[in-house]
């Protein structure tokens, strides 16, 4: 069965909460990284201290991504050509993905239509998405990467994966602030995302199967 999830406008309460708290914690958070830092020069064994910082720095993540959710700041918007967007994408995740065997393919229009958008929050967006993709495929395989225009104003690209694919009861959570199935996992990624796509009147659709693969469909005016 295929399961289809629309849910540009999921946004709820409780990520704007979240929001508001992430900002309270970047400043006490940035002190104590440096005190730490401090300590760590002073002591004979800085073992412990490395393992202060490393936690520290995965709450900074964290709270980093949660500031997304807040009062959109400054937005520069700008026409980008997106098939360049995706590249870079690709080559900054070149290196995850050799690592566990996974390999791009993208089938991208040339002639795509320049976007106006926010470059580095569309990037996140196709960071996040890609990322997921990769975590997907614990033992290898490929992700396809396709381009196309759906009407004259809009595009669409689609980001497959031949992955674990997702449970067609747990669709529904998907997007909701911490909402993962992995040990590592924020469960902010696509919340993020269908937050960037919404300021850029852009959609995040999911299609998934599981044991065959998952598609996001991303689509963005042109
Ligand atoms: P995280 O990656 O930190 O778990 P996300 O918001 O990026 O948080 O994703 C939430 C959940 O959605 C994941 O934990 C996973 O269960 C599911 N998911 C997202 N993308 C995929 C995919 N391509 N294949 C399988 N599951 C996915
Ligand atoms: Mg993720």
């Known amino acids: 069965t295929k399961e289809l999830l629309r849910q540009t406008d999921k946004l709820s309460a409780i990520g704007q909460l979240a929001a508001g708290i992430a900002h309270e914690i970047r400043n006490p ?13 002073s002591l004979a064994d800085p073992r412990y201290c490395e393992i202060m910082l490393a936690e520290l720095d ?9 500031l997304v ?6 937005m520069k918007f700008q026409d980008k050509k997106p098939t360049q967007i995706i590249y870079d994408v690709i080559s900054l995740l070149e290196s995850q993905a050799n690592m566990n065997n996974v390999i791009f393919h993208d089938h991208l229009e040339r002639s795509l239509p320049t976007i106006s958008c ?3 929050q569309l990037k996140q967006v196709f960071i996040n998405v890609c990322k997921n993709a990769i975590e997907a495929l614990p033992e290898g395989g490929d992700i396809y990467v396709e381009s196309s225009r759906l009407a004259a104003s809009r595009i669409r690209i689609s980001i497959r994966d031949t992955g674990k694919g997702i449970d067609p009861i747990r669709i529904p959570r998907l997007g909701e602030p911490f909402y993962t199935t ?19 009147g852009g959609s995040l659709t999911i299609e998934s199967e599981p044991e065959k693969g998952t598609t996001v469909h991303i689509t963005l005016p042109v």
């Open 29 to 41: 958070l940035t002190s104590l990284r440096g005190f730490v830092q401090l300590l760590q020069a």
């Open 58 to 66: 995965r709450i900074n993540f964290i709270v980093s991504e949660l």
């Open 69 to 74: 959710l807040a009062k959109p700041k400054q």
């Open 118 to 120: 926010d470059e580095n």
């Open 182 to 200: 992995k040990e590592n996992g924020t469960g902010l990624g696509l919340m993020v995302s269908y937050r960037i796509l919404e300021e850029h």
